[in-house]
Every structure is written in C-alpha cells, then in structure tokens.
C-alpha cells in the first residue's frame, strides 16, 4: 500500500491543500492520501491557533465522500509539538514495514526541514515528496543536498539513498490561497467563499471561526514573518 501523509497546521484546511492532494496521489499513484493536522504545530505557536478539534472536524468535512482522501487524527493528544518524524516512527511502528509512506509537504516547509527535529530519520520511514513549482527547482536542490547529503541525483527530480526513502521534488498547481489570508477575511467579515469546501464555509459559520472579536482565531498579522 502507498500511502500519502500530508501534514499542516489546516487552520483551515483550504483549496489549496485539497487541490496540492489530490494531485501527488494521481500522479504517485498513492492509495489514499491522508490529512494529518498537527496538534501542536512545532512552528506555528500562534496564541490564536484554533483548537484541534475544529480544525480536524474541518478537514474531516473536507475530504467527506471522497474515498482517496482521508482525515487522519494520528498527531491528537500528542504531548508537546507534533515531530513529523515522531509521527513517522509511531506509524511505521504501529504498521510494520508493509505500507510505503510518502510525506507530503511544500517547498517553503522544506526548505525550512534542517530545523526540524532530527530531519535526516525522515527518509529511514517515509519518501518525502516536495510540491514546488520548477522555478524554485534548485532552492529545493540545495537543501537537498545540505539536508541529506546521502542522497545523489537519481533522475531530474528524484534524489536516493541506499536502504533509505528517497527525496523528490513534484510540481503541482498551487492555487493562490492561505490560512493566513483566510483568518484575515474572515476577521474582517468578509467572504472566503469558493476558498474552503461548501462544507468547511459551513462549519466555520455554525462554529462562529476566525471571528473578530469571539472567536478562537484572530489573527493580528502574519502567521510568519
Ligand atoms: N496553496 C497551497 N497549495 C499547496 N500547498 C500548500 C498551499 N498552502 C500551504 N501549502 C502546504 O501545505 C502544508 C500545510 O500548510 P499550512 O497548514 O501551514 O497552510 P497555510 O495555508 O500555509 O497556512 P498559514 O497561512 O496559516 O501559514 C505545508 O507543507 C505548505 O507548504
Ligand atoms: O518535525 C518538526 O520539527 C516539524 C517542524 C515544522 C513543521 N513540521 C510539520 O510540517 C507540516 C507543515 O507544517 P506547517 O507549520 O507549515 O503547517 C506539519 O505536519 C508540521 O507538523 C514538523
């Protein structure tokens, strides 16, 4: 079984992800690709960061239907930040060796891995799988080469090792759409329409999300400089 592990913060999920998931499992021919929302992002320690149980439900309502994607709660009640390679060896662990893994992430979280805990075990339990556009190419080359400097070029995109999952950089659409730019509409009551799933808009208003003033996010600026 080749399974896709798309981690982030999802506060909210949007288009963007859904569209970026969709494309790495056609193209990798994955079995499914799951969502995986951090509990605490490792990164990301926004006082406004919305609760995981929203922002789970959203990515559960996300993905509801469709058979490929899934929501997956395997980072819930995780004692301090969310390790990505934690959550790796707790899954290969539970798993055994049987299913292949490949981590999904963006080329602007990659080129951030090398302060990652301990990022060079990533590849002895999953690929990694960066989404970048060919322009960013050979940023990504270069912390490849820095970050895991085992691996060698073993085709225009993919970087290998022996014994170890491989590295390989994925051009997908990425659709114009963030987090940030979202909880800033929202905040502003404004529409964000079109950007999330019909269901996500939907459990974001009954839930009363991202709303100035009550709301358990609302951003003052950028999430990141
Ligand atoms: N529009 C997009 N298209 C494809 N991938 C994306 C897009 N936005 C974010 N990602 C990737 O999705 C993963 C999780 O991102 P995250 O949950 O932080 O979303 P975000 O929209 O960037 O949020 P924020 O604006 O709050 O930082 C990261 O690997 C990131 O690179
Ligand atoms: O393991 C780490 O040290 C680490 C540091 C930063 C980010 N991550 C993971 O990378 C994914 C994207 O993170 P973010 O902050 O861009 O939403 C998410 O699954 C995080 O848990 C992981």
């Given at each position: 079984m080749r399974i896709g592990l798309f981690g982030g913060t999802f506060d909210p999920i949007h288009i963007g992800h859904l569209r970026a998931g969709e494309e790495v499992w056609e193209a990798l021919g994955l079995d499914?690709?799951?969502?995986?929302?951090?509990?605490?992002?490792?990164?990301?320690?926004?006082?406004?960061?919305?609760?995981?149980?929203?922002?789970?439900?959203?990515?559960?309502?996300?993905v509801a239907g469709v058979g490929h994607l899934v929501a997956s709660a395997v980072e819930a009640e995780r004692s301090g930040p969310s390790f990505s390679v934690e959550t790796l060896a707790g899954l290969r662990a539970g798993l055994g060796p049987g299913p292949r893994f490949f981590f999904i992430l963006g080329d602007d979280a990659f080129c951030d891995i090398e302060s990652w805990k301990d990022y060079r075990r990533l590849t002895r339990y999953a690929d990694l799988v960066v989404m970048g556009r060919e322009a960013d190419r050979e940023r990504v080359a270069a912390v490849i080469a820095r970050a895991f400097p085992l691996h060698r070029p073993a085709g225009p995109d993919r970087f290998e090792a022996a014994g170890e999952g491989g590295v390989r950089l994925l051009p997908v659409t990425r659709l114009s759409v963030s987090g940030t730019d979202i909880r800033r509409r929202l905040a502003a009551g404004r529409s964000i329409r079109y950007l999330v799933?019909?269901?996500?808009?939907?459990?974001?208003?009954?839930?009363?999300?991202?709303?100035?003033?009550?709301?358990?996010?609302?951003?003052?600026g950028p999430a990141h400089p």
């Open positions: 499914e690709v799951r969502f995986v929302p951090a509990f605490l992002p490792p990164h990301k320690r926004r006082g406004d960061l919305t609760p995981f149980g929203h922002r789970l439900a959203m990515v559960e309502r996300a799933p019909g269901p996500v808009l939907r459990y974001i208003e009954d839930n009363g999300l991202y709303r100035a003033g009550d709301g358990p996010g609302l951003p003052e």
